[in-house]
């Protein structure tokens, strides 16, 4: 795991609950370095996320899939605002292990498989986030 300063997890799980914005800068302390060089370009920003979250919400989506998860920045975003289990499939093992491991430190309720498309049965998801 990041060297992560301390309360950083704290604080950026208050400011989503409370409905406050949150920096792609200060969310982005919580990845490891390699994800975290990568993120501008390759994971959803935090603003993206709370506005897929606000969608799927008023689509009563229950179950969500998030292809790709990456580290898991969108899924964890997604299921501490939507307060719904979000699930993620991802190829890499270490973005699996990394994106487990922000759930957990952030208290999100996401489980991340590693896998692709191919393994997934999509008639158990009511959407898909790519």
Do not use: C, N
Not at 9 to 17: K, T
Not at 111 to 118: D, H, R, S, Y
């Amino acid at each position: 795991m990041p060297h992560v300063p301390a309360g950083v997890a704290e604080q950026v799980s208050r400011l989503l609950a409370e409905g406050h914005d949150v920096s792609d800068e200060l969310f982005d302390q919580l990845l490891t370095e390699r994800p975290r060089q990568k993120s501008k370009t390759y994971w959803t920003p935090v603003e993206g996320a709370k506005l897929a979250a606000a969608w799927l919400t008023e689509a009563k989506a229950e179950r969500v899939l998030d292809v790709g998860s990456g580290p898991g920045k969108f899924a964890t975003i997604v299921s501490l605002l939507t307060k719904r289990r979000v699930f993620g499939i991802e190829r890499r093992d270490e973005l699996v292990f990394q994106s487990r491991q922000l759930a957990r430190r952030l208290g999100a309720d996401v489980q991340v498989a590693e896998g692709t498309l191919e393994a997934v049965q999509p008639e158990k998801y009511d959407a898909f986030y790519f």
